[in-house]
Structures are given as C-alpha cells and as structure tokens.
C-alpha cells in the first residue's frame, strides 16, 4: 500500500490518522525497514488496563518489534499531555540508535509535540471538585457561559460543547487567575518542529473507514474485548480518564444486563465513527502542514 514512500531516515517519523485507518501496520512497516522504534501517540492506549478495546499492539507485535509508551500507566491515574511529552522526549534523540516512529491518534499529543505546550500551573484539588460540581448541577452550557462572561479570549478559542475543555479552561482561569488563552501565548518552542520530522496523516474515507471499524470492533469482541471489560468492571469509575475508551461503557452495560450484545456493538461502532469524524477535523484544521497519505488506494 505504501512501497512507494520515501522517508528521511536522520528525522522521526509521525503517523497521525483516524482510528482503525491502520496507522499501527505503517508504523510496524517502517520500523521493519528503518530500524526503528514505535512510540504511542495515543491518550488511551498508555493505560495498562486495556489492550484489546484500544486496538493497542498485542504481546507478539511488541516482541517482535520494539515499542515504547503502551500500557505503562495505571488505570486510575491521570495522564497529561505534559506527562507524554516528557517521557517522548528522551526517545526523539533515537532509542538504542534506532529510527523513532510515533504514531497514534491524539491530535493534541502531536500539536503538543511540533508546536509547543502552554506551561499552565496544576489546577488545585477544590477548583476541580467545583468545575465537576458545577458541571454536574448545571451543565457545560452554563459553564461556558460563566467561562465567557470572564474570559472571552479563552472562550473564544474552545469548542463550547466539549465538557472537558470547557472544564479545563474554566479551572485554569479560577485556580491560577489568568486565562488559558494567556498561558498559551506564552508556549515555549516545540520539542520537534514540523519541519525536523517525516509528518505523515492518513486522510481516510469515511465511506473506506466505516466497514472496517465494524469489522475491528467485531474481531475485538472475538479476541477478549468482554473479559476485558469484565476485568476492569469491578472497579469501574466512568468520570476517569480510562474509562474513556470507545466501547467500554457499552460493553459494560452489556454485562451489567442493561443491552443486549447486538445493541452494544452497535454503540460502539458509532461512537467510533463519530470519533474518527472529530479526529479528520482536527487533523484538517490543525495539520496543514502534513504529508497526507490515502490508505485507502
């Protein structure tokens, strides 16, 4: 699919794409042939307690090849983009002399990466319990709107329907005093400028992408995604970072006799579509710059 792609083997590589657009199997591809090491660009499959549900490498692939970053993080912790960026950033150098490939799926992982992050304060532990307070009482249009009556920059610049960011930067403007917007302004220089790197995105057709997420949703649920979930249902908390991964709650309601398995499955795969729809636009909003290839030709 992609012989024809030619590298610059003295810069890393990243593979950004939708998911199930097969950004693992290029990253493998490259690595076979430039000796290289694999490095996870993807929020949720740092967390050691889901492999199957997050299509993370199986054990065999990650033998066979070297890779860094999956599977490290303890499920009930919560893992920044700023934690990443410091643990990618002894790798950029060449593990082992090896040629770094990072590949994933979160687009703020790579933005972070090629230009910059804001070094924002930590928010205080009374600030986050107010922001889900109020979020749970009133709702992220509320809080949005509270946000932009005294921060009109930062609102300016968030999707006012996503609750997380709309939590994020009513947090930062409350418990350090100034907007995220103004932290922002002030971000250091990338850790890999764009143009030190072979940047690659996989532009996925919907109509190409959609048949195979169906597909990989069904090959989950035949390789242990339900055990998986079984596993982690006995200390399921759904407001966590982990519990984000597609399909879980779905899965999970399944075993708690809320669904029925067909139900579920349907869910899943259109949260998955609907989340590889919100990956294409920011990957065509935030990486211009990129070399795009079609998987699908």
């Known amino acids: ?18 998911t199930a657009s097969g950004k693992s199997a290029l990253a493998a591809w490259l690595a076979e042939r430039h000796d290289g090491v694999i490095i996870n660009a993807d929020a949720l499959q740092v967390y050691a307690c889901w492999r199957v ?11 066979r090849l070297p890779h860094r970053l999956y599977g490290h993080v303890a499920c009930d912790h919560i893992y920044s983009v700023g934690q990443w960026l410091a643990e990618v950033k002894p790798l950029l150098t060449g593990a082992d002399g090896r040629l770094p490939i990072i590949v994933g799926g979160t687009g703020l992982y790579f933005t972070a990466l090629t230009e910059g992050l804001a070094e924002i304060p930590p928010v205080s532990p009374g600030w986050r319990k107010q922001s889900q307070a109020f979020l749970a009482d009133r709702g992220v249009a509320a809080l949005f709107d509270d946000l932009a009556a005294a921060d009109a920059a930062s609102a300016a610049r968030i999707d006012r ?16 005093g100034r907007g995220i917007a103004a932290w922002q302004a002030e971000t250091p220089p990338p850790l890999l400028p764009l143009t030190h790197s072979n940047a690659l995105v996989l532009n996925a057709p919907p109509e190409w992408l959609s048949p195979r997420i169906e597909r990989r949703f069904q090959a989950m649920l035949k390789d242990g995604a339900l055990d998986e979930c079984r596993a982690n249902r006995k200390d399921w908390n759904p407001d966590s970072p982990a519990a984000q991964a597609i399909g879980a709650r779905a899965l999970i309601a399944y ?13 899943a795969c259109t949260q998955t579509r609907q989340y590889a729809k919100r990956q294409r636009s920011w990957f065509r909003a935030r990486m211009s710059g990129w070399h795009r290839l079609d998987p699908s030709g």
Do not use: C, Y
């Open 1 to 18: 699919m992609f012989s024809n792609l030619i590298i610059d083997s003295e810069k890393p590589v990243l593979i950004a794409g939708p």
């Open 161 to 176: 329907h996503n609750p997380k960011r709309v939590q994020r930067a009513w947090e930062v403007l409350k418990s350090t």
């Open 53 to 63: 549900l997050t299509a993370r490498p199986d054990a065999a692939e990650e033998t």
């Open 255 to 267: 075993l708690d006799g809320k669904t029925d398995l067909a139900t579920a499955s349907a869910e």
